[in-house]
């Protein structure tokens, strides 16, 4: 089993450019979750997903931000435009009978 | 308002002793708690969980303990490792853990040989 499989690892981006993240979570788990983790607020949930539908974006910080899950394996964060604190390092986690299994993350640089 | 709470940014023991980690929580709606272990540039690791209905649960060496009264719980380590050496998080859950998870800041444990 690969786990959760994200990426880009990195991302360094200028202001104002479009970033998208993205996530293959484990094969079965019906939930999918998107986490977002920095020195300020830690780790805090942004949105997510059950059955590949939006249950719960009230994490989303603003319009800027957007997720989708077109299919069962997949799914996408955008930022757009992006910003300066937007850096942080975004985690996506798939759910197997009541634990969260994190993927290695997405160290977001916006310069 | 942090609804989950880790009061000791870090934490020193000593190799084979025990290491116990705190956590308070304030929402009454969490019914599900959860562990994770950290290293640098991982994702978070999950460790052991306890449902409310419980107060206690066991996995070899890691041991929770659940005071729904007090809305407190405790991750004890025993014996502690230096592989241990990691920052954890507690977190929480409602609807038996199918809601996104509430975390605290994390306890940076260091075991010292």
């Known amino acids: 089993d690969a786990g959760v499989i994200q990426s880009p690892r990195h991302e360094v981006t200028e202001m104002g450019q479009e970033v998208t993240l993205r996530c293959k979570p484990i094969s079965g788990h019906d939930y999918l979750f998107w986490y977002r983790q920095t020195m300020m607020r830690g780790l805090e949930l942004l949105i997510y997903?059950?059955?590949?539908?939006?249950?719960?974006d009230s994490g989303m910080p603003e319009d800027r931000f957007s997720a989708k899950m077109p299919n069962a394996s997949f799914s996408t964060l955008k930022i757009q435009p992006s910003e300066p604190r937007d850096s942080a390092v975004y985690f996506c986690?798939?759910?197997?009978?009541?634990?969260?299994?994190f993927g290695p993350g997405t160290r977001l640089t916006v310069t | 308002d942090q609804q989950v709470k880790q009061n000791s940014p870090s934490l020193s023991v000593q190799e084979g002793r025990i290491s116990i980690l705190n956590c308070d929580y304030t929402?009454?709606?969490?019914?599900?708690f959860l562990w994770y272990k950290k290293y640098p540039a991982e994702g978070p690791t999950f460790l052991i969980s306890?449902?409310?209905?419980?107060d206690k649960n066991e996995d070899g060496r890691f041991t929770v303990f659940l005071n729904k009264s007090a809305k407190h719980l405790s991750l004890h380590i025993v014996p502690s490792q230096p592989g241990d050496s990691a920052v954890y998080f507690c977190a929480a859950s409602g609807m038996g853990g199918a809601d996104g998870l509430t975390f605290g800041k994390g306890t940076h444990l260091i075991i010292q040989p």
């Open positions: 306890i449902s409310s209905i419980k």
């Open positions: 997903f059950n059955n590949n539908v939006p249950i719960d």
């Open positions: 929402n009454s709606m969490f019914d599900y």
């Open positions: 986690a798939s759910r197997g009978f009541q634990v969260q299994y």
